[in-house]
């Protein structure tokens, strides 16, 4: 978005609102003591412990991605947010979904043989069938179980309600906004939406339900742009970020102490902190919360033995404020320096 564009949505906000932002940020600060303030709102969540522990797709190790049991079994394993990303079916309905296509992780070849699109990548035809393309009751026809152990069959793509309710009492949200841009193409609203859907549940400010945090993130800095400053929601947001070029955009002191105006942290990929731990500082000198990701028992980076020793390394010795994981069970839960 332009400056001169964020500058007038700011300036749309109320003062009180825009109060509230900046102490948001502020807030999420406040490291090195073993719960949040229960009176400052932060991007972790009040009251949550931190390091904070996300279930990556729910407890994706175990179960199919982004479906109920993997949802429940994270958090039965002690997340503290479990993590849905968002796609939109065809009559508008916010669905827990990675991809944009459903062949990876349902039978919608079976179902729908005839409802594909062919798409051309370097020279090569392939066929997907987009979730777009197709209205909830036809994705609840779907098994998304199957692909992932037979003993799943008949799992199904839950919508977000449906994943809220799951969640709520026991773990936050940390919702992704999955390609928010192809969908405003297609015209959908993700944010507005995702927005209108979290007040409807209850959870659309901080602190709403103490016991269900919620946190958005996206990979698009204009997604978190547009649910501050357009929308200006107050919930903590997270800027995902990617690639040697995002780095270098984000990850620098200007581009961190830009971010810190409309996000409360930022989700590098964790290689990106391997390459250069001192994100993390200079990201907490600006209020910034740091989280990686993607932590996973069955490759874990090439620099540790198992999983559980890379999450210790980068929660002890790296000093971020938590890690999306496949494997919630193996978080090691012990404070930061809290011994063993
Ligand atoms: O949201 C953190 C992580 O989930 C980003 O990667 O592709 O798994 O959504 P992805
Ligand atoms: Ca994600």
């Known amino acids: 978005m332009p400056e001169s564009k964020k500058a007038h949505a700011a300036r749309g906000l109320p003062a009180c ?7 948001l940020i502020q807030g999420a600060c406040s490291f090195g003591s073993e719960t949040r303030g229960a009176d400052a709102p932060d991007s972790t969540g009040e009251g949550t412990p931190v390091p904070i522990l996300i279930a990556h797709r729910g407890a994706s190790a175990y179960a199919p991605e982004h479906t109920i049991a993997s949802y429940e079994l994270g958090i039965e394993q002690g997340a503290d947010y479990i993590e849905p990303d968002l796609q939109i079916t065809s009559d508008g309905v916010l669905i827990a979904l990675h991809d944009l296509t459903l062949e990876r992780t349902t039978n919608v070849e079976e179902v729908f043989p005839d409802r594909f699109r062919e798409v051309e990548a370097r020279g090569v035809v392939t066929r997907v069938w987009p979730a777009n393309d197709f209205t909830l009751d036809e994705i609840r026809t779907l098994d998304a179980g199957s692909w992932f152990d037979p003993s799943f069959a008949g799992a199904v793509i839950p919508t977000l309600h449906e994943v809220a309710e799951l969640a709520r009492g026991r773990a936050g949200l940390f919702i992704e906004t999955k390609a928010p841009e192809v969908y405003g193409n297609l015209g959908h609203d993700m944010e507005a939406q995702l927005l209108s859907a979290l007040a409807e549940l209850g959870l659309g400010d901080p602190g709403q339900d103490q016991a269900t945090p919620i946190i958005i993130q996206s990979f698009s800095a204009a997604s978190l742009e547009l649910l501050r400053y357009e ?110």
């Open 231 to 340: 929308h200006g929601t107050l919930l903590p947001l997270t800027l995902l970020i990617s690639g040697q070029e995002a780095a270098a955009e984000w990850l620098s002191p200007d581009g961190l102490a830009r971010a810190a105006e409309f996000v409360t942290g930022v989700g590098p990929a964790k290689n990106l902190l391997m390459a250069d731990p001192a994100v993390v500082d200079r990201a907490h000198e600006v209020g910034l919360t740091v989280v990686p990701w993607t932590f996973r028992a069955r490759n874990p980076g090439d620099d540790f033995t198992t999983v559980q020793v890379e999450m210790v390394h980068f929660l002890e010795k790296i000093g971020v404020d938590g890690i999306f994981t496949d494997n919630p069970d193996l978080f090691p839960r012990a404070p930061a320096g809290g011994g063993s």
């Open 17 to 23: 609102a825009l109060l509230v932002v900046a102490s």
